[in-house]
């Protein structure tokens, strides 16, 4: 039995892992914040944590590393020099897990990872509000067009096919 398992494989080769992580390493920093599986988020936590307090040493040598690890150019960008600038005072913790229930689907955990000084956008002021639901008002009129078109289209079919079965 293997009961001290270090990392997560999530069921997938080395090469599809790796891709994952960076993957998720680019959103959470591009973002601050994504939505993900409670083991991916524990898994990325790892990651992003080590890279921040790589990236927090400023040096050529720390931002080719980084870029080994992560190619995204504008991700490591960040990690040097926007967040390890947030987070200089900070001694690790840079991360959040907040888990929100199931996914409804596969019932898999699910959680945000943020930053921990993620702040939440603002909300919508009420002209906002207002626009949207004339856009919303438009799109409903639109996909009501498109649903008594298909139920004309389909009237025709049925018609059609009577006519040739008799």
Known sequence: MRHRVKTHSFGRRPDARKALIRG???SLVEHGRIKTTVTKAK??????EKAITYGKKGTVH???VLATRYPN??????IV???SKRFETRPGGYTRIIKI???P?????MAF??????VLPPVEDETTVKADAETEAKQKLVVKRKQDKRKRTRKLQQASRKKNFK
């Open 24 to 26: 998720l390493v680019d």
């Open 43 to 48: 898994e990325l936590r790892r990651h992003v």
């Open 62 to 64: 720390a931002r080719r």
């Open 73 to 78: 150019k504008s991700t490591v960008a960040t």
């Open 81 to 83: 020099d926007d967040l």
């Open 101 to 103: 229930g199931a996914r």
């Open 105 to 109: 689907g596969d019932k898999a955990e």
């Open 113 to 118: 990872i943020e930053f921990v000084d993620y």
